[in-house]
């Protein structure tokens, strides 16, 4: 995560946007007057046909990310010091509010860090670990924390572990003892040390990234892609002879460069028969303090995931392999306003959190390609939850993910939406009821993601079921708030979920959207 380069070039994807939605979700505008106002206030419509399936919506789209950054390791997820710390070291707060949450798998230990950090540094006895110069944030590392830590804490939290090993710093060696050390039974030497350090039984970790941002000049250890490439195959070969049930996901561009494409094309060739992701990041941010500009910027994130599919299409005519290769966006989120000064602790409105379901709307209609998302991060550094020695309270940004973690799950749905559009600057024909839609065939439920990106004006839709019949009750969950720049404090939620119910039946309903709003629609559908 660069600050200066995360936060440009984004527009790049302008000409990619529009064709990009419709790949995913058909929009059809409404004929508009001078003015952007529509001829008549008809009603937007979103059809839904159950047998028209993307794909299986994959529980790790909804994961997390912490780093040795900050406050989010240190004072966040451990503060031994805390009257709420357990007898590890652990906030009690933090870690129900992680299970709250609902996140499946959970990356560590970076990011920037992991491209200087020596994992044997962080295990054996904590008065025996060296303090080291964390060089990505310019801090004191204590190695209080290490993987065995990390591991406890993913057990206590309920999240499937996920390892981004060092290829900045870092040895071939090091990546194939740290599999040794975590996934061994026992009976070689790492194996053998884990269990003297209290873990008898191997900690089967099954996901490892090859490395992070390796493609960022502020990296330590930056690479070019055919460089990265030798290096990370050669990782990949001796982690996967350790144990060859790992899955392996590969370092794609961190951000839109001049030649991001050529970057992934190039890792994908080399890493084609090893790699089981590539992976993906991105940020955004309101930098141009303009509403409808901010809530366009996932279009982008569409056009990228549309592009690197096709690269993975490209590449796979070319390898031995069966297996499909996906794609993990492992770290995504809003940020644009804390920096390093502030150690990232972003504080969120609801704008803000629009702009999150806005990437999760985009990583569901893309379940087909999309397995793993890893929000960055996940407490106090531009995080969902914040902790301090006061209480635990959540970001704006924590309610659209614990609404998504918790209920859409199923089959992704091809949703037909029809709504006014509006343009903002490069962005064009940008519809302001952003949709994705799920079916749970086991309940037969069907769950409706609905953005109305309008910052002034509720939208009457018409819910239209192409097959199959509505029944009972319909639950509305709705986030929303005063006004789009609240936020919440410790003392007091402005923006939260308000839950009611309305009667459906038939093939069809109607619902209006308010502003500023995201709403999740969960209803029978026989």
Not at 156 to 177: D, H
Not at 312 to 327: A, D, G, N, Q, V
Not at 481 to 506: C, F, H, W, Y
């Given at each position: 995560?660069?600050?200066?380069?995360?936060?440009?070039?984004?527009?790049?994807?302008?000409?990619?946007?529009?064709?990009?939605?419709?790949?995913?979700?058909?929009?059809?505008?409404?004929?508009?007057?001078?003015?952007?106002?529509?001829?008549?206030?008809?009603?937007?419509?979103?059809?839904?046909?159950?047998?028209?399936?993307?794909?299986?919506?994959?529980?790790?789209?909804?994961?997390?990310?912490?780093?040795?950054?900050?406050?989010?390791?240190?004072?966040?997820?451990?503060?031994?010091?805390?009257?709420?710390?357990?007898?590890?070291?652990?906030?009690?707060?933090?870690?129900?509010?992680?299970?709250?949450?609902?996140?499946?798998?959970?990356?560590?230990?970076?990011?920037?860090?992991?491209?200087?950090?020596?994992?044997?540094?962080?295990?054996?006895?904590?008065?025996?670990?060296?303090?080291?110069?964390?060089?990505?944030?310019?801090?004191?590392?204590?190695?209080?924390?290490?993987?065995?830590?990390?591991?406890?804490?993913?057990?206590?939290?309920?999240?499937?572990?996920?390892?981004?090993?060092?290829?900045?710093?870092?040895?071939?060696?090091?990546?194939?003892?740290?599999?040794?050390?975590?996934?061994?039974?026992?009976?070689?030497?790492?194996?053998?040390?884990?269990?003297?350090?209290?873990?008898?039984?191997?900690?089967?970790?099954?996901?490892?990234?090859?490395?992070?941002?390796?493609?960022?000049?502020?990296?330590?250890?930056?690479?070019?892609?055919?460089?990265?490439?030798?290096?990370?195959?050669?990782?990949?070969?001796?982690?996967?002879?350790?144990?060859?049930?790992?899955?392996?996901?590969?370092?794609?561009?961190?951000?839109?460069?001049?030649?991001?494409?050529?970057?992934?094309?190039?890792?994908?060739?080399?890493?084609?028969?090893?790699?089981?992701?590539?992976?993906?990041?991105?940020?955004?941010?309101?930098?141009?303090?303009?509403?409808?500009?901010?809530?366009?910027?996932?279009?982008?994130?569409?056009?990228?995931?549309?592009?690197?599919?096709?690269?993975?299409?490209?590449?796979?005519?070319?390898?031995?392999?069966?297996?499909?290769?996906?794609?993990?966006?492992?770290?995504?989120?809003?940020?644009?306003?804390?920096?390093?000064?502030?150690?990232?602790?972003?504080?969120?409105?609801?704008?803000?959190?629009?702009?999150?379901?806005?990437?999760?709307?985009?990583?569901?209609?893309?379940?087909?390609?999309?397995?793993?998302?890893?929000?960055?991060?996940?407490?106090?550094?531009?995080?969902?939850?914040?902790?301090?020695?006061?209480?635990?309270?959540?970001?704006?940004?924590?309610?659209?993910?614990?609404?998504?973690?918790?209920?859409?799950?199923?089959?992704?749905?091809?949703?037909?939406?029809?709504?006014?559009?509006?343009?903002?600057?490069?962005?064009?024909?940008?519809?302001?009821?952003?949709?994705?839609?799920?079916?749970?065939?086991?309940?037969?439920?069907?769950?409706?993601?609905?953005?109305?990106?309008?910052?002034?004006?509720?939208?009457?839709?018409?819910?239209?079921?192409?097959?199959?019949?509505?029944?009972?009750?319909?639950?509305?969950?709705?986030?929303?708030?005063?006004?789009?720049?609240?936020?919440?404090?410790?003392?007091?939620?402005?923006?939260?979920?308000?839950?009611?119910?309305m009667p459906v039946s038939g093939s069809r309903f109607r619902y209006r959207f308010p502003a500023h709003s995201f709403t999740m629609v969960k209803a029978k559908l026989n």
């Amino acid at each position: 995560m660069k600050i200066s380069q995360k936060f440009a070039g984004l527009s790049l994807f302008s000409r990619l946007a529009g064709a990009a939605v419709f790949f995913s979700i058909m929009v059809v505008p409404l004929a508009q007057m001078e003015g952007g106002q529509s001829q008549a206030q008809k009603a937007a419509r979103i059809k839904i046909d159950r047998d028209r399936t993307i794909g299986e919506i994959d529980p790790k789209i909804y994961g997390n990310f912490i780093e040795h950054l900050g406050r989010c390791i240190y004072g966040g997820i451990y503060d031994p010091a805390s009257p709420l710390a357990d007898e590890d070291g652990f906030r009690k707060d933090v870690i129900e509010a992680t299970r709250r949450l609902n996140v499946t798998i959970l990356r560590w230990p970076g990011g920037n860090f992991v491209s200087g950090y020596h994992w044997e540094d962080g295990i054996g006895p904590k008065e025996s670990r060296p303090k080291r110069i964390d060089l990505a944030w310019g801090a004191i590392e204590p190695n209080l924390v290490g993987t065995d830590e990390y591991i406890r804490f993913c057990r206590k939290a309920g999240a499937e572990p996920y390892i981004c090993i060092n290829l900045g710093t870092g040895t071939w060696n090091e990546a194939r003892y740290w599999v040794e050390y975590c996934n061994r039974e026992s009976g070689t030497h790492y194996a053998d040390l884990r269990r003297k350090n209290g873990a008898d039984k191997p900690y089967q970790v099954t996901y490892w990234a090859l490395g992070n941002e390796m493609d960022g000049s502020w990296q330590m250890g930056h690479r070019s892609a055919e460089d990265y490439g030798k290096f990370a195959l050669e990782a990949a070969k001796m982690m996967k002879w350790v144990d060859p049930k790992i899955k392996l996901v590969a370092c794609g561009s961190s951000h839109f460069g001049a030649d991001w494409i050529g970057w992934n094309r190039t890792v994908l060739s080399y890493l084609k028969d090893y790699a089981d992701y590539i992976a993906l990041h991105t940020y955004l941010g309101d930098w141009t303090k303009d509403y409808y500009t901010f809530m366009a910027r996932t279009t982008d994130v569409d056009a990228r995931i549309k592009v690197t599919e096709s690269l993975i299409r490209e590449t796979m005519l070319k390898s031995r392999r069966k297996e499909p290769i996906y794609i993990a966006f492992d770290e995504w989120n809003v940020w644009y306003r804390a920096g390093v000064k502030e150690a990232l602790e972003e504080t969120y409105n609801l704008e803000d959190a629009l702009v999150v379901a806005l990437f999760l709307n985009t990583f569901v209609r893309n379940a087909h390609i999309v397995k793993i998302a890893n929000m960055a991060q996940l407490v106090n550094v531009i995080a969902p939850i914040r902790a301090d020695g006061n209480g635990m309270w959540l970001q704006t940004i924590y309610h659209p993910l614990y609404l998504f973690a918790n209920h859409c799950a199923g089959k992704s749905l091809d949703v037909f939406v029809e709504s006014e559009t509006y343009d903002a600057g490069d962005y064009k024909s940008v519809p302001y009821l952003d949709v994705s839609a799920a079916y749970n065939a086991e309940k037969k439920e069907l769950v409706l993601n609905v953005v109305n990106r309008h910052k002034d004006k509720e939208i009457e839709a018409e819910i239209i079921s192409q097959e199959g019949q509505f029944s009972g009750k319909a639950v509305i969950e709705e986030v929303n708030g005063p006004d789009i720049k609240a936020e919440n404090s410790l003392a007091e939620q402005k923006v939260k979920i308000s839950t009611r119910e309305m009667p459906v039946s038939g093939s069809r309903f109607r619902y209006r959207f308010p502003a500023h709003s995201f709403t999740m629609v969960k209803a029978k559908l026989n």
